[in-house]
């Protein structure tokens, strides 16, 4: 299954339609929005007509609808989804890792630095970046996860600008 990962999108749509523009996002069966802004995973989900998983961040409102973790089982493979915040991640991500080990996951999915990481190992470790905000690059930033029972997860890191003639004109960056 083809899942697509994003994070801290802070209110700017015409980067989610940028993203949903890239030829990466084709076929993507789910969609992860590791938190702020909530609304924003809302726009995604009407805009690429496929379910969301959502998370809230730090500037979210308290919502009850909303939760600060998420867990999934998605193909074979147990899915950790927070924002990050309240597992102090800025500094560690090790009460991040003891989160998603307790609840059993094989990946975990977090955002609030704005930087991307690919972590893998038995818990696989994932952050998107930013697609409206990159702290570690000029181009925001999603992923693109391929999954399959029984096999580690594949991520690719997309690096992308909001602006299309940017993007016709550096073409498409992969790390």
């Known amino acids: ?9 802070h209110g700017n749509t015409r980067a989610i339609d940028a993203m949903l523009a890239h ?3 084709r ?7 590791a938190g702020d ?3 924003d995973a809302e726009y995604l989900a009407m805009m690429a007509d496929t379910e969301v998983v959502r998370v809230a961040g730090n500037c979210d409102w308290p919502d009850a609808r909303i939760q600060d973790d998420e867990v999934r089982d998605v193909a074979g493979h147990r899915i950790f989804l927070t924002h990050g915040h309240i597992y102090g ?17 094989d990946i975990a999915i977090y955002g609030h630095t704005h930087v991307a ?8 470790v994932l952050n998107p970046g930013s697609i409206a905000r990159p702290r570690d690059a000029q181009r925001g930033s999603f992923m693109v996860m391929e999954l399959s029972p029984a096999q580690p997860p ?10 299309p003639a940017i993007n016709s004109r550096y073409g498409v960056l992969h790390e």
């Not at 990481?117 to 696989?124: C, F, Q, V």
Request: aromatic share 8%.
């Open 1 to 9: 299954m083809k899942v697509g990962i994003l994070s801290d999108s």
């Open 23 to 25: 030829p990466e996002t």
């Open 27 to 33: 076929d993507i069966g789910l969609w992860f929005h």
């Open 37 to 39: 802004v909530v609304p």
């Open 89 to 105: 991640v800025r500094y560690t991500t090790g009460m991040l890792r003891e989160q998603a080990e307790a609840c059993g996951a």
């Open 117 to 124: 990481e690919i972590s893998p190992g038995n818990l696989t």
């Open 154 to 163: 594949v991520v690719r890191l997309i690096r992308f600008s909001a602006d």
